[in-house]
């Protein structure tokens, strides 16, 4: 996890290479829970948290995680706030279209077998 987690933060460096990371924290508690935070040079930042839900067998189980980033761009600064967990990643911004009512439509896998 964690050097997925540096690999972003170089991916999103890279993107701009004058820029540099100025904060950079990361603890991991001993049930597996975790916060991580960074922000950069040119305006971007994120956290995160999670918790590790082990399964019943072997690389089973579940990370439920939670987070926002932010960034700038053309002077105006976006934030997109977000959860991760066994149903999806579901993002939610102000400049994001809001796609909560399409689970009600779409229904479960069941109800089109």
């Known amino acids: 996890m964690k050097t997925f987690v540096l690999l972003c933060l170089v991916a999103l460096a890279a993107a701009d290479q004058s820029a540099r990371i100025v904060n950079y924290q990361y603890g991991i508690e001993e ?3 975790y916060e991580a935070q960074y922000q950069t040079t040119n305006g971007i930042s994120a956290k995160e948290d999670g918790i590790s839900y082990p399964g019943n067998v072997p690389e089973a189980g579940n ?13 105006v600064t976006y934030t997109v706030n977000w959860t991760a967990d066994e149903n999806g990643f579901h993002p939610v911004g102000d400049h994001l279209p809001d796609f909560s009512h399409t689970r009600e439509h779409i229904g479960s896998i069941d109800d089109h077998q």
């Open 31 to 33: 049930d597996g829970a």
């Open 63 to 75: 990370y439920v995680r939670s987070g926002s980033y932010s960034y700038e761009w053309e002077g």
